[in-house]
């Protein structure tokens, strides 16, 4: 132990005497390891610490999929709910769950929340605790008990003050009363990660009973549900799937459903990770290259200094040192360069956890879970050691090969033994080198491939102008509205009114906007067109008000817009995207031709207009069509203004014309087009960025590499470039 302290002391001198060396190699090194614990900080999160939720690797969700009609993940319905729940054989526990938003009444603004009607086994199967009261009860699966809710931890905070009394109270949701049952701890949370929903929806706040009567089976095309089982013990997910494809073989022959139709059980845990794995792998593998290269950075600054130690270490060894004691000399120094590097990267990895964060890219889930923790600290102070290991074997090596007749006799030029600018005295110094700068290169081709490809995707039209458009989300969810008459009057009003505001050009508004994650498909008969045995039409469907395709500036390809004839009382109208008029009639007019759920009552397609990019300027669209909001009102819209300037300025007096014409619907979601446009592109952004950056640490890293030692070389040379200078002059 005593000769380690000396080691480290002698370490410390040594480092200290030249402190621009040791600051370059120590920030190279800070770079390389705080990538790296930045990264494995997020892989942690994500891959190797499990859900917050009691044996989370026998969770798991049920999902439908039709592959060859373009439906890679649907939503269940609660008749195969019933069916899979009779006729399994791998679940010990099984929720059915729907989300939604609610209104909450009854505070000084009403309030859009985040809800969840669900069975009782769900809470009970993701170890939810109550605070406050209780957990909803089995007796409450059942139809005709009272209705009650249970509060998120965080909306009993935020909106009832943490209230102690608040459990036997009333609410309102929607306009309809509940009574609070319960308030869930803290710690538990259920989001949109581990429970998708069809809309754009965030943490759940209130969870309410999900009653299921003996006419539940028979709901077989309301696929708009989650799935959550427990898996038994010793099942696993593969043993599940071979369970639930027979179930899906059997709903497929029941329900003459397509003949991709399919089940898929997926753990819990990688429907949260999803498709980020294949990022953060190719992310862990990027900065792995840049912490080589650092290391490789760090070894040949050690050799360029361990040439000018040559004739010390030449001392050493002639009284007596062995090159066990130098190589653990030199080793505890290395190392400790590690340490110090390990060090300084944690503070890179804080501060790129915290670009992270504010870039917030929407592809990393459970963020809020991401940070410097005891297994991130233990995994920083590993690669710290393994580092200093590494890159110290070069100086090791390169002391015990050291020529003693040869560097003792280098008298006062002390250590310039090998003076010159011969570059085949440093074969190991040369390679170090080049291997930095392939590296460096191979990460810059990479990123600037993907980068070209962002580029590209940019350069994607989405199918409309989405400059100068103010966006937000409606929600007239009281109980006067729940009349067709009385919804399509509230929003004819809110866009008149809107209409008429200095600075606004159009209004319209849609129940899908794109570019929000919002999805409604269904299938639907087209005149002449007979699907193949076993196969189904599934499109996309919106309903959009008469002036929302002139708002968007949607290009109108044959026939005409919505417009103010097309009531209740009109015949039924409805437009098609120029994808479904080329698939069904690309020689002929789809003008007047016809569309139907009922035969006994056809729409007519009036119009057909431009593809829009629906879910992403990356993803192929599925073929859509439009129905008229009045023919077909919804409660919940999102309404568009396109305006003659900056359209922020305009977002607070389009709220308060909404809050006229009605103070109790709720407006959330205040964004611009080109907001949303800027969110949807955040992964690709996101992945473009890191690679980019990592690419350009490396760039630098091997470019201070070669500095130092070229620089070496020419200090080293001084002797010999002064002797040539003088020749030159002499000559």
């Given at each position: 132990?005593?000769?380690?302290?000396?080691?480290?002391?002698?370490?410390?001198?040594?480092?200290?005497?030249?402190?621009?060396?040791?600051?370059?190699?120590?920030?190279?090194?800070?770079?390389?390891?705080?990538?790296?614990?930045?990264?494995?900080?997020?892989?942690?999160?994500?891959?190797?610490?499990?859900?917050?939720?009691?044996?989370?690797?026998?969770?798991?969700?049920?999902?439908?999929?039709?592959?060859?009609?373009?439906?890679?993940?649907?939503?269940?319905?609660?008749?195969?709910?019933?069916?899979?729940?009779?006729?399994?054989?791998?679940?010990?526990?099984?929720?059915?769950?729907?989300?939604?938003?609610?209104?909450?009444?009854?505070?000084?603004?009403?309030?859009?929340?985040?809800?969840?009607?669900?069975?009782?086994?769900?809470?009970?199967?993701?170890?939810?605790?109550?605070?406050?009261?209780?957990?909803?009860?089995?007796?409450?699966?059942?139809?005709?008990?009272?209705?009650?809710?249970?509060?998120?931890?965080?909306?009993?905070?935020?909106?009832?003050?943490?209230?102690?009394?608040?459990?036997?109270?009333?609410?309102?949701?929607?306009?309809?009363?509940?009574?609070?049952?319960?308030?869930?701890?803290?710690?538990?949370?259920?989001?949109?990660?581990?429970?998708?929903?069809?809309?754009?929806?965030?943490?759940?706040?209130?969870?309410?009973?999900?009653?299921?009567?003996?006419?539940?089976?028979?709901?077989?095309?309301?696929?708009?549900?989650?799935?959550?089982?427990?898996?038994?013990?010793?099942?696993?997910?593969?043993?599940?799937?071979?369970?639930?494809?027979?179930?899906?073989?059997?709903?497929?022959?029941?329900?003459?459903?397509?003949?991709?139709?399919?089940?898929?059980?997926?753990?819990?845990?990688?429907?949260?990770?999803?498709?980020?794995?294949?990022?953060?792998?190719?992310?862990?593998?990027?900065?792995?290259?840049?912490?080589?290269?650092?290391?490789?950075?760090?070894?040949?600054?050690?050799?360029?200094?361990?040439?000018?130690?040559?004739?010390?270490?030449?001392?050493?060894?002639?009284?007596?040192?062995?090159?066990?004691?130098?190589?653990?000399?030199?080793?505890?120094?290395?190392?400790?360069?590690?340490?110090?590097?390990?060090?300084?990267?944690?503070?890179?990895?804080?501060?790129?956890?915290?670009?992270?964060?504010?870039?917030?890219?929407?592809?990393?889930?459970?963020?809020?879970?991401?940070?410097?923790?005891?297994?991130?600290?233990?995994?920083?102070?590993?690669?710290?050691?393994?580092?200093?290991?590494?890159?110290?074997?070069?100086?090791?090596?390169?002391?015990?090969?050291?020529?003693?007749?040869?560097?003792?006799?280098?008298?006062?030029?002390?250590?310039?033994?090998?003076?010159?600018?011969?570059?085949?005295?440093?074969?190991?110094?040369?390679?170090?080198?080049?291997?930095?700068?392939?590296?460096?290169l191979m990460l810059l081709i990479g990123a600037g491939l993907l980068v070209r490809s962002f580029a590209r995707l940019q350069s994607v039209h989405p199918g409309f102008t989405i400059d100068r458009v103010l966006t937000m989300?409606?929600?007239?969810?009281?109980?006067?509205?729940?009349?067709?008459?009385?919804?399509?009057?509230?929003?004819?009003?809110?866009?008149?009114?809107?209409?008429?505001?200095?600075?606004?050009?159009?209004?319209?508004?849609?129940?899908?906007?794109?570019?929000?994650?919002?999805?409604?498909?269904?299938?639907?008969?087209?005149?002449?067109?007979?699907?193949?045995?076993?196969?189904?039409?599934?499109?996309?469907?919106?309903?959009?008000?008469?002036?929302?395709?002139?708002?968007?500036?949607?290009?109108?390809v044959k026939g005409r817009f919505f417009s103010e004839h097309d009531t209740m009382d009109m015949p039924q109208a409805v437009i098609i995207d120029d994808k479904f008029a080329q698939r069904f009639w690309s020689h002929d007019?789809?003008?007047?031709?016809?569309?139907?759920?009922?035969?006994?009552?056809?729409?007519?397609?009036?119009?057909?207009?431009?593809?829009?990019?629906?879910?992403?300027?990356?993803?192929?669209?599925?073929?859509?069509?439009?129905?008229?909001?009045?023919?077909?009102?919804?409660?919940?819209?999102?309404?568009?203004?396109?305006?003659?300037?900056?359209?922020?300025?305009?977002?607070?007096?389009?709220?308060?014309?909404?809050?006229?014409?009605?103070?109790?619907?709720?407006?959330?979601?205040?964004?611009?087009?080109?907001?949303?446009?800027?969110?949807?592109?955040?992964?690709?952004?996101?992945?473009?960025?890191?690679?980019?950056?990592?690419?350009?640490?490396?760039?630098?890293?091997?470019?201070?590499?070669?500095?130092?030692?070229?620089?070496?070389?020419?200090?080293?040379?001084?002797?010999?470039?002064?002797?040539?200078?003088?020749?030159?002059?002499?000559?």
């Amino acid at each position: 132990m005593r000769t380690l302290f000396q080691d480290l002391r002698f370490a410390l001198r040594t480092l200290r005497k030249n402190m621009t060396l040791t600051l370059v190699m120590v920030a190279s090194l800070a770079i390389g390891i705080g990538a790296n614990s930045a990264i494995f900080s997020v892989v942690d999160a994500l891959l190797l610490r499990p859900l917050p939720y009691p044996e989370p690797d026998r969770l798991a969700a049920v999902w439908l999929h039709s592959p060859a009609i373009g439906i890679l993940r649907d939503w269940p319905s609660p008749g195969q709910y019933i069916d899979i729940q009779n006729e399994n054989h791998s679940f010990e526990l099984m929720a059915l769950a729907q989300s939604r938003p609610f209104t909450l009444a009854g505070r000084e603004q009403p309030e859009r929340i985040d809800g969840l009607r669900a069975q009782s086994s769900l809470l009970k199967m993701l170890g939810a605790k109550p605070l406050l009261g209780r957990l909803l009860l089995p007796e409450e699966d059942q139809p005709g008990k009272p209705a009650v809710a249970i509060l998120s931890n965080r909306l009993w905070e935020r909106s009832f003050n943490s209230d102690q009394e608040i459990v036997g109270k009333s609410i309102r949701l929607d306009g309809n009363p509940f009574t609070v049952a319960g308030v869930l701890q803290r710690w538990f949370m259920l989001n949109a990660e581990v429970m998708p929903s069809e809309g754009p929806m965030d943490k759940m706040d209130v969870f309410l009973p999900l009653p299921l009567g003996a006419d539940a089976v028979q709901k077989r095309g309301d696929e708009n549900y989650n799935i959550v089982v427990r898996m038994k013990p010793g099942v696993s997910v593969q043993q599940a799937q071979a369970d639930i494809s027979v179930i899906a073989s059997r709903i497929r022959e029941k329900d003459k459903r397509d003949l991709s139709f399919g089940m898929h059980v997926v753990g819990l845990q990688e429907q949260v990770v999803g498709d980020v794995r294949r990022a953060l792998l190719v992310l862990l593998g990027s900065v792995a290259l840049v912490l080589l290269i650092a290391c490789a950075n760090v070894a040949n600054l050690l050799l360029t200094r361990a040439a000018g130690r040559e004739k010390e270490v030449a001392i050493r060894t002639a009284v007596g040192a062995g090159w066990q004691r130098l190589a653990r000399q030199l080793l505890t120094e290395s190392i400790l360069l590690g340490v110090l590097g390990g060090a300084a990267g944690l503070v890179v990895a804080q501060l790129s956890l915290y670009v992270v964060r504010a870039m917030n890219p929407g592809n990393i889930p459970r963020l809020e879970d991401i940070a410097i923790n005891g297994t991130v600290l233990a995994f920083t102070f590993g690669i710290s050691l393994a580092t200093g290991i590494l890159f110290g074997v070069a100086p090791v090596w390169r002391a015990i090969k050291v020529d003693l007749n040869t560097s003792l006799k280098a008298g006062g030029r002390s250590g310039q033994s090998d003076g010159g600018l011969h570059l085949r005295r440093h074969r190991l110094r040369g390679l170090l080198v080049i291997s930095e700068l392939a590296l460096s290169l191979m990460l810059l081709i990479g990123a600037g491939l993907l980068v070209r490809s962002f580029a590209r995707l940019q350069s994607v039209h989405p199918g409309f102008t989405i400059d100068r458009v103010l966006t937000m989300q409606i929600a007239a969810n009281d109980p006067k509205y729940h009349g067709d008459k009385a919804v399509t009057n509230l929003y004819k009003e809110i866009g008149a009114r809107i209409a008429h505001l200095p600075g606004v050009v159009a209004e319209g508004a849609v129940s899908a906007l794109p570019l929000t994650g919002s999805v409604g498909w269904g299938g639907i008969s087209v005149e002449g067109y007979q699907p193949p045995p076993g196969q189904e039409l599934q499109v996309d469907m919106r309903a959009a008000s008469t002036d929302y395709f002139r708002a968007m500036e949607i290009p109108l390809v044959k026939g005409r817009f919505f417009s103010e004839h097309d009531t209740m009382d009109m015949p039924q109208a409805v437009i098609i995207d120029d994808k479904f008029a080329q698939r069904f009639w690309s020689h002929d007019d789809p003008i007047g031709k016809h569309l139907w759920f009922d035969p006994k009552k056809p729409f007519t397609i009036v119009g057909v207009v431009g593809v829009v990019k629906q879910y992403g300027l990356e993803a192929d669209t599925k073929i859509a069509i439009y129905f008229p909001h009045e023919q077909h009102p919804w409660n919940d819209l999102y309404l568009v203004a396109r305006t003659s300037s900056d359209p922020g300025g305009l977002s607070a007096a389009v709220v308060q014309q909404i809050h006229s014409v009605d103070p109790g619907v709720v407006v959330y979601g205040i964004r611009t087009m080109r907001e949303r446009l800027h969110d949807s592109l955040a992964r690709q952004r996101f992945s473009s960025t890191m690679l980019g950056a990592f690419s350009l640490f490396a760039l630098l890293l091997a470019a201070v590499g070669l500095y130092g030692v070229m620089s070496h070389l020419v200090t080293q040379s001084t002797h010999d470039i002064g002797v040539l200078v003088t020749l030159l002059i002499c000559a």
